[in-house]
């Protein structure tokens, strides 16, 4: 099946710090990936949609200035949380469509946040 | 608007015994897409099962079966011959296709437990 990979799995950061995370398709062409956003026992929280090429569409709420979405190849989206705080400490997951698939989106295994 | 419901926040069934997971939905949207997701304590989602709103069939993978009632608006997942493994998070979700934007909104989910 189609394996999407994120980097990196863990990260600690100090408050104040910038922190990329890297959500790659292996085998496959993703013309649109997405990010989710998961507190401790809650359910994913669509952040926002990346299509290739494009401007990120943000959900409701969510600060674009503040998560920074570039998805400059059909195999590569960056989402980059800019002066984090501790408010920011949760698991971020992305998930990549398949760019001839049908429905299903291929998830990656989270990065887990922790902002100090 | 789109909305997932998940009413059992806690489940729990004997190794072996067959269970059923709730799952109800609400939209306006004649085309959408139904997905269950298991993620165990790990943080991966895995992807489980579809079922799309004209199949005439419930789905089935292996263990796992969809049992669609569209009337009812409901997409309980059934899990038979439950496996210590089957532990974990179980999450259902919704894509609406009308809108071509492929976005999953996901349930609150349900934690399920498989006793030994």
């Known amino acids: 099946g189609a394996v999407v990979s994120q980097h990196p799995s863990w990260v600690i950061c100090k408050s104040g710090t910038s922190v990329k995370i890297e959500c790659r398709s292996l085998d496959f062409q993703a013309t649109t990936m997405f990010w989710y956003r998961q507190f401790p026992k809650q359910s994913l929280m669509l952040m926002a949609t990346?299509?290739?090429?494009?401007?990120?569409?943000?959900e409701q709420g969510v600060e674009k200035d503040k998560f920074l979405i570039n998805h400059a190849s059909l195999t590569l989206s960056t989402l980059t949380v800019t002066s984090a705080h501790p408010e920011d400490s949760s698991f971020y997951i992305c998930s990549a469509l398949e760019a001839r698939g049908q429905n299903e989106q291929f998830f990656g295994p989270g990065t887990r946040l922790t902002v100090l | 608007a789109q909305k997932i419901t998940q009413t059992q926040p806690g489940m729990f069934v004997q190794e072996k015994e067959a269970v059923t997971l709730d799952c109800t939905y609400d939209t306006s949207d004649p085309s959408y897409g139904l997905f269950w997701y298991k993620q165990p304590s790990s943080g991966e989602m895995i992807f489980l099962i579809y079922?799309?709103?004209?199949?005439?069939q419930n789905a089935t993978e292996g263990r796992y079966s969809l049992n669609f009632q569209k009337a009812r608006k409901s997409a309980n997942l059934v899990i038979s011959a439950s496996q210590l493994g089957d532990s974990a998070m179980y999450f259902c979700?919704?894509?609406?296709?009308?809108?071509?934007?492929?976005?999953?909104?996901f349930g609150t989910g349900t934690r399920l437990t498989v006793i030994p």
């Open positions: 979700a919704m894509s609406n296709f009308q809108t071509g934007a492929n976005n999953l909104f």
């Open positions: 990346s299509n290739e090429g494009s401007k990120a569409t943000y």
């Open positions: 079922q799309g709103s004209y199949d005439q």
